[in-house]
């Protein structure tokens, strides 16, 4: 990868995010109303003696899995619209190579993330009274990490698409299985052993588990920093798949 090329490639994306406010009142504005809607559901349920309450327990997993969602379906959609506009046939005639392009917008969306996380948590913490042991700052990093592993997701799923439709239905397949196994709903120790098996295998798993590491401990655990690390691993990987199977048009 060329730094110059690299920088130039991620200024060009954070330039169309900002032009477009649809996108932004969509990073931005929709994951605080979400949390609202938490708020609303938990905010009279009770916490155990020693137990975090209902809130802070599902807001914190929600901090991370917000980023995810709306990173998956906004970049997905968006190298979708750059292959099937020619932009992409376009861009990979200069010097721009394809990990130039896929590493630009995962540092981009990155970024984007990064805000997102900062406004959510904000929210979270000072309006609906968010509590965790660990401090906040390390929620946004699990949070904008979890957006890099969904762009790296969206990238490599949009290569599969032709339609901004078929790109939407990887949702579910990607998305929803990650959501039921990563331990909201069960312990994941409690799951049934393939269950568990497929859990192990899936990345949300792990940032889910940073993030209660996070709302658990005071200071950052070894389990959290290897939680870490695999999320980051995975998104390493999947930006290299995305490159291999990257087309430059739709056909």
């Known amino acids: 990868m060329n730094p110059r090329i690299l920088a130039a490639t991620t200024g060009r994306i954070l330039r169309q995010l900002r032009h477009d406010r649809r996108t932004v009142a969509l990073l931005l504005v929709v994951p605080s109303v979400l949390l609202a809607l938490v708020h609303a559901m938990y905010v009279d349920q009770p916490a155990p003696p020693g137990q975090p309450s209902t809130f802070d327990r599902v807001a914190l997993v929600m901090l991370g899995f917000f980023p995810f969602v709306i990173m998956f379906l906004v970049t997905s959609i968006a190298m979708l619209r750059e292959r099937t506009t020619g932009t992409l046939e376009r861009l990979l005639t200069t010097p721009l190579g394809k990990l130039d392009l896929l590493f630009g917008y995962g540092i981009a969306f990155g970024l984007a993330a990064v805000v997102q996380a900062a406004v959510a948590s904000v929210v979270a913490y000072g309006v609906f009274g968010l509590e965790t042991a660990g401090h906040s700052g390390l929620v946004v990093l699990v949070a904008a990490l979890n957006a890099v592993l969904a762009v790296a997701l969206g990238l490599f799923c949009s290569a599969f698409a032709r339609t901004e439709f078929q790109a939407v239905q990887f949702m579910p397949v990607v998305v929803v299985p990650q959501l039921l196994l990563c331990g909201l709903f069960v312990p994941r120790g409690e799951m049934a052993g393939w269950l568990q098996a497929v859990s192990d295998v899936l990345p949300l798993s792990y940032a ?44």
Request: proline share 2%; aromatic share 2%; charged share 20%.
């Open 208 to 251: 889910v588990e940073a993030l209660q590491e996070v709302g658990a401990h005071a200071e950052p655990t070894g389990t959290m920093w290897r939680d870490v690390a695999v999320v980051a691993g995975a998104a390493a990987l999947a930006l290299v798949l995305a490159a291999a199977t990257l087309r430059r048009r739709s056909g």
